[in-house]
């Protein structure tokens, strides 16, 4: 089985602070792929970023950068200076050949940014 | 453009009735997904097909029950038998083996009884 904590349900910060998401991932498979995606209130998720379990190599797009370290079973997640239009919530997800290739998905990480 | 559509977006049941939810895709994906999502909680996996004709429940199946006769089309009937189907439900889909950018979603389907 595989499972995904999000140990962080809201985070409430002021606009251009930095913030960071955790997220914990367990799985039985080798050749896995973790997963980013934000939900703004409209609903819709919309993908961020994918990682396979063979990158280990951090990755910085424009605010956005994510940590990945398979030593901690962590794939964390850090805008830095926030805008208000960040204000969302904020999945970690993971796929592995064990769950067929389903993606099972953490709780999710309510993000607030404030003017 | 390609993309899933949902429809409608929001939708009222009373109680007793089956309500079906409608999910399209023009991406030519071969797999489909439907997740329900309550407030303040993950997304949770109610049945997918990876093919035409085929489906698989996932962990949250009973009282929902699914087709997938079209490639394109994998719709949700939400039965009396689901006991609690106030939520929001997301529709996926993904190239079959193919995780360059995970799934795509539809914009939801906000579901309340009343």
């Known amino acids: 089985a595989q499972k995904v904590t999000q140990a962080q349900t809201e985070i409430s910060v002021v606009e251009k602070e930095d913030v960071t998401l955790d997220c914990v991932y367990e799985?039985?498979?080798?050749?896995?792929?973790l997963f980013w995606y934000k939900q703004p209130p409209s609903g819709e998720l919309v993908f961020l970023i994918r990682?396979?379990?063979?990158?280990?190599q951090n990755e910085i797009s424009g605010r956005y950068s994510w940590n990945f370290q398979k030593s901690t079973s962590s794939f964390n997640f850090t805008i830095t200076a926030s805008q208000v239009v960040d204000s969302a919530v904020y999945f970690c997800?993971?796929?592995?050949?064990?769950?067929?290739?389903?993606?099972?998905f953490g709780g999710g990480t309510r993000v607030l940014v404030k003017p | 453009d390609g993309g899933i559509t949902q429809s409608p977006k929001y939708l009222f049941r009373k109680e007793g009735q089956n309500v079906t939810l409608s999910c399209e895709q023009n991406l030519n994906h071969d797999a489909m997904y439907w997740y329900r999502q309550d407030p303040g909680q993950g997304l949770r996996l109610i049945y997918y097909?990876?093919?035409?004709?085929?489906?698989q429940k996932g962990d949250i199946a009973e009282g929902y029950s699914v087709s997938r006769e079209k490639k394109e089309s994998f719709p949700l009937t939400v039965t009396s038998a689901q006991k609690n189907p106030t939520a929001f439900y997301l529709c996926a889909s993904n190239q079959k083996r193919t995780f360059t950018y995970g799934y795509t979603f539809g914009s939801g389907t906000r579901l309340t009884v009343v």
């Open positions: 997800a993971l796929s592995g050949e064990a769950a067929g290739n389903k993606l099972t």
């Open positions: 799985t039985r498979d080798t050749t896995y792929y």
């Open positions: 097909s990876q093919i035409v004709n085929d489906f």
């Open positions: 990682r396979n379990s063979f990158d280990e």
